[in-house]
Nanobody, 115 residues
Framework: QVQLVESGGGRVQPGGSLRLSCAAS????????MGWYRQAPGKQRELVAG??????TNYADSVKGRFTISRDNANTVALQMNSLKPEDTAVYYCNAEGYDDSISWGRGTQVTVSS
């Protein structure tokens, strides 16, 4: 099993920046890809950004050019969020997918963009 713990959420004004981090523990050698999802009130959880073991990344259209995902090492993934908008407000969840198709989730961290 893989355990994920997010950090770095908070409240920021529109146009500001935040950096989220996710630390994995447990069977980290089994992780193929890691990513960030978000869920706003009344909406479905959606993919924000992902990165695989080869370093390939993908982003939601709504965050391209503003967010950057990076995998600092085998067990840490970060999401740098710039030019934040009120519509980025959501709970952000770290996700890990294993080579065995297993999926792990963190508990989430709140990001609020408001003046």
């Amino acid at each position: 099993q893989v355990q994920l713990v997010e950090s770095g959420g908070g409240r920021v004004q529109p146009g500001g920046s935040l950096r989220l981090s996710c630390a994995a523990s447990g069977r980290i050698f089994s992780i193929y890809s890691m990513g960030w999802y978000r869920q706003a009130p009344g909406k479905q959880r959606e993919l924000v950004a992902g990165i695989d073991s080869g370093g390939s990344t993908n982003y939601a259209d709504s965050v391209k050019g503003r967010f950057t995902i990076s995998r600092d090492n085998a067990n840490t993934v970060a999401l740098q969020m710039n030019s934040l908008k009120p519509e980025d407000t959501a709970v952000y969840y770290c996700n890990a997918e294993g080579y065995d198709d297993s999926i792990s989730w963190g508990r989430g961290t709140q990001v609020t963009v408001s003046s």
